[in-house]
């Protein structure tokens, strides 16, 4: 097994991105076959649960390429509450990148499957319809948010909402922290408990209210396989999201196997302890061995 770190170039930042490859990785037409993974909200890949995973996937031979998004970890630029269609531009640009460059001091590799986390999974969602062309095979939805105009109830303290209505936006300063009704902190999956000044503003959440995942109806599902998966007790969105994604994706999908909806009994949101990432590892590892031989591996 080898790791590689690198940076690639888009139009407005540098992307950091972290690539695991298996000693005897899977191929498909001379191309090592990659997985892409993307996190969540003002997470970044450091996060034990993203190791964790690139772990799993190297015991199938499977590499992958987990990478920071704009603003967010060691990547350069800067993020925004609502720029959902800006991430999903992302990912497309580390698509492009992979199939054209490759991983450095690696042979040329083709992505077969992307994962995703939370708001990211939603970025990776909107990737996959407006850049069909490019969408893989395989798409794992990993707690993605479907009603993007309901907010958190802690999420934003009363200072957090005065003044927003009086200024039009505001400082949100921590994260990392366990949500209080007095601090209205987020948990990060890395668990950094760390002070960022990020501002929030009307059009940030405007932005984000406004952003439709319905088009997941768009998905190229006559040629890529879905698996949606989300705990049990996750405590930042609600189980209807997940379902509302499997209701339009089923209605879309010209047979039922191309889209399968696995609610892990226990897991929180963040998938941040052992027992929550062996029963993700049980459900991930049972679909990609069903799946993978249904396109050539």
């Known amino acids: 097994m080898s790791q ?70 060691r990547s350069t630029g800067t993020t925004s509450y609502g720029n959902y269609h800006d991430e999903a531009d992302d990912i497309a640009n580390l698509v492009q990148y992979l199939h054209s460059v490759g991983i450095p001091n690696t042979k040329r590799v083709y992505v077969i499957g992307m994962l995703a986390h939370s708001k990211g999974a939603s970025s990776m969602m909107l990737f996959a319809t407006k850049y069909a062309y490019l969408c893989p095979s395989l798409l794992v939805n990993l707690s993605g948010r479907f009603w993007l105009a309901r907010e958190i109830t802690m999420r934003w303290t009363q200072e957090n909402q005065r003044q927003l209505r009086e200024t039009g ?3 949100w300063r921590r994260y990392g922290a366990k949500p209080t009704k007095s601090n209205g902190a987020m948990i990060t999956g890395s668990k950094q408990r760390l002070v960022r000044e990020y501002w929030i503003s009307m059009s940030d959440m405007a932005e984000r209210a406004g952003t439709d995942m319905g088009v997941v109806q768009m998905l190229p599902l006559h040629r890529t396989f879905v698996l949606n998966i989300m705990g049990s007790k996750d405590q930042i969105v609600p189980d209807d999201d ?17 889209v399968v909806t696995r609610i892990v009994p226990g897991a929180k949101h963040f998938w941040n302890n052992q027992r929550e990432l062996e029963a993700l590892d049980r459900s991930l590892v049972r679909w990609l061995t069903t799946v993978l031989p249904k396109i050539g591996l």
């Not at 997940?242 to 191309?258: G, K, N, T």
């Open 242 to 258: 997940v379902w509302e994604y499997d209701r339009l994706m089923r209605m879309a999908a010209p047979h039922a196997d191309r």
């Open 4 to 73: 590689t770190e690198f940076f690639v170039p888009s139009r407005t930042s540098q992307l950091f991105a972290r690539a695991i490859v298996p000693n005897a990785p899977r191929t498909t037409n001379g191309r090592i076959v990659v997985f892409v993974l993307s996190h969540g909200l003002l997470d970044n890949i450091d996060a034990p649960m993203f190791r964790h995973i690139q772990q799993t996937l190297c015991t199938l031979s499977i590499a992958s390429v987990a990478f920071d998004f704009h603003g967010n970890g």
């Open 169 to 171: 936006k505001f400082l």
